[in-house]
């Protein structure tokens, strides 16, 4: 039987390719582990509340080198909260098509939810960008909104604020709208995103309720790409203020207006969920109760307050954690010890209110 001796001489031919080949797959992982990891940028700008002027210019010493059709940067700092993504019609397919695929659905929204609770669990670091007049410098307006008879709670909710202690009296609905031209870590003068967080903040009752927040990135995700001097192909990423997130520009705000008592905060509501992924996963959590009165087949969640509690430690709240609603809870709480020293979320309730539109709430109770 002969034996074939490979030529040594022939194969060397292929190192250099086997290599090159090597150093692509590198920097293809290196990309995915940069797109899904929570980047906001690691060089330091000044805070300045004078908006800039002139036209746009990169912020030296950072410079993008432009190759071919895309500007290499190495920061991502685009959408750190990330979400669940999944059409409507894809999550009715998946229902459809049994319980072994919504059985990976939910693992996987509780994988997702696990890392963030590790993230909110583990050591914290203080945001860079945490004080008032960081809103101005990243374009932030802030407007105290005069209340008239639209922004009274009224039904269930008077009920709600009851059982929980709040006056409704001492809410403040405080807009956030990055209207103004402002300076990143890679760009000066850039026009602004239309970005808009508007909340509600009430010390005295230790709440917070989100009620209508469109982060910058969202805002400009979809748009084309631009030319910035020298820079072909600026991907709207890299056109975001430094201050960006939800949970940044909050606890800047809830700390304006808490002072010392930043610490008190209790009480986190998310009101009128429209995000698909996070109605998707409140839908499958409320199916899982032993006690559901809905139909296992419904594509919808309608359980009234004061609907389900889920406590740390179980499934439904690792992957209530996970949707972008529960990120940036996890975010606020990682990124300002200063205000809110080691609180966690303690538990997550989910509920409607039939007489709201959107009907779909979450409540984020914290440790004292």
């Known amino acids: 039987m002969a034996v074939k001796i490979m030529d040594l001489s022939k194969s060397n031919r292929f190192y250099p390719w086997l290599s090159v080949?090597?150093?692509?797959?590198?920097?293809?992982?290196?990309?995915?582990?940069?797109?899904?990891?929570?980047?906001?940028?690691?060089?330091?700008?000044?805070?300045?509340?004078?908006?800039?002027?002139?036209?746009?210019?990169?912020?030296?010493?950072?410079?993008?080198?432009?190759?071919?059709?895309?500007?290499?940067?190495?920061?991502?700092?685009?959408?750190?909260?990330?979400?669940?993504?999944?059409s409507d019609n894809e999550f009715h397919k998946l229902l459809d098509h049994g319980l072994h695929k919504r059985q990976n659905f939910w693992n996987n929204a509780i994988r997702n939810g696990q890392a963030k609770i590790d993230l909110m669990n583990g050591p914290r670091v203080q945001a860079r960008l945490s004080n008032y007049y960081d809103l101005a410098a990243n374009g932030w307006d802030y407007e105290d909104e005069v209340r008239d008879e639209a922004m009274v709670i009224t039904g269930k909710w008077v009920e709600i604020y009851e059982q929980l202690g709040i006056d409704p009296e001492n809410d403040n609905d405080i807009d956030n709208h990055q209207s103004q031209r402002f300076s990143n870590c890679m760009f000066r003068n850039l026009p602004p995103t239309g970005g808009s967080?508007?909340?509600?903040?009430?010390?005295?009752?230790?709440?917070?309720?989100?009620?209508?927040?469109?982060?910058?990135?969202?805002?400009?995700?979809?748009?084309?790409?631009?030319?910035?001097?020298?820079?072909?192909?600026?991907?709207?990423?890299?056109?975001?203020?430094?201050?960006?997130?939800?949970?940044?520009?909050?606890?800047?705000?809830?700390?304006?207006?808490?002072?010392?008592?930043?610490?008190?905060?209790?009480?986190?509501?998310?009101?009128?969920?429209?995000?698909?992924?996070?109605?998707?996963?409140?839908?499958?959590?409320?199916?899982?109760?032993?006690?559901?009165?809905q139909s296992a087949n419904t594509f919808e969640f309608t359980t009234e307050w004061p609907g389900y509690k889920f406590g740390a430690g179980s499934d439904g709240y690792a992957a209530l954690m996970g949707t972008p609603h529960g990120v940036g809870i996890a975010y606020l709480l990682h990124e300002h010890p200063d205000q809110f020293g080691t609180k966690t979320v303690e538990s997550i309730t989910i509920f409607t209110n039939p007489d709201d539109y959107p009907t779909y709430h979450m409540l984020f109770t914290l440790t004292d």
């Open 21 to 86: 080949f090597g150093f692509v797959l590198l920097l293809l992982s290196t990309y995915h582990l940069t797109k899904e990891t929570s980047w906001t940028g690691s060089i330091s700008l000044k805070s300045d509340a004078v908006a800039p002027v002139g036209p746009v210019v990169p912020v030296a010493p950072v410079a993008l080198e432009a190759s071919g059709t895309e500007a290499k940067v190495g920061l991502h700092f685009g959408d750190p909260d990330g979400e669940l993504t999944l």
């Open 197 to 293: 967080f508007e909340n509600r903040y009430n010390p005295k009752g230790r709440m917070i309720t989100g009620v209508n927040n469109y982060s910058p990135y969202s805002k400009l995700q979809g748009q084309a790409n631009v030319t910035i001097g020298t820079n072909t192909n600026v991907a709207p990423f890299q056109r975001v203020p430094d201050l960006q997130k939800w949970s940044q520009v909050v606890a800047i705000v809830w700390s304006h207006l808490a002072g010392n008592d930043a610490h008190n905060l209790k009480y986190i509501f998310k009101m009128g969920i429209v995000t698909t992924a996070t109605q998707q996963v409140m839908i499958e959590a409320a199916r899982r109760q032993p006690i559901n009165m």
